[in-house]
């Protein structure tokens, strides 16, 4: 069974920063493609940004792009999310993900498993 657990989330205002920390467990990460989503009320969970576990392949969404930075530590099954220049249009329930795949995929449904969610909120 695999396990992820998101922490990290805050209220912070806009222009600032947080570091998202995602630990995963129960199985071997060195072949899962790891993302980050989120989702704002009354939207659809979207894609952030993705990472390879093995590989150091990245992608995230233009939203984000030049804001935001994924990174991993193998030796600690732990996936980062690093959002600087926060914006009010961020403030979201931000959501780890897994999948054994090779590609890193933007869909929701492409993720096998899921933390619980962490809450980001951006006053403006």
């Known amino acids: 069974q695999v396990h992820l657990v998101e922490s990290g989330g805050g209220s912070v205002q806009a222009g600032g920063s947080l570091r998202l920390s995602c630990a995963a467990s129960g199985r071997s990460f060195s072949s899962y493609v790891m993302a980050w989503f989120r989702q704002a009320p009354g939207k659809e969970r979207e894609f952030v940004a993705g990472i390879r576990w093995s590989e150091i392949s990245t992608y995230y969404a233009d939203s984000v792009k030049g804001r935001f930075t994924i990174s991993r530590d193998n030796a600690k099954n732990t996936v980062y999310l690093q959002m600087n220049s926060l914006k009010p249009d961020d403030t979201a329930v931000y959501y780890c993900?897994?999948?054994?795949?090779?590609?890193?995929?933007?869909?929701?449904?492409?993720?096998?498993?899921w933390g619980q969610g962490t809450q980001v909120t951006v006053s403006s």
């Open positions: 993900a897994a999948d054994l795949s090779s590609q890193i995929a933007t869909t929701r449904r492409a993720y096998n498993y």
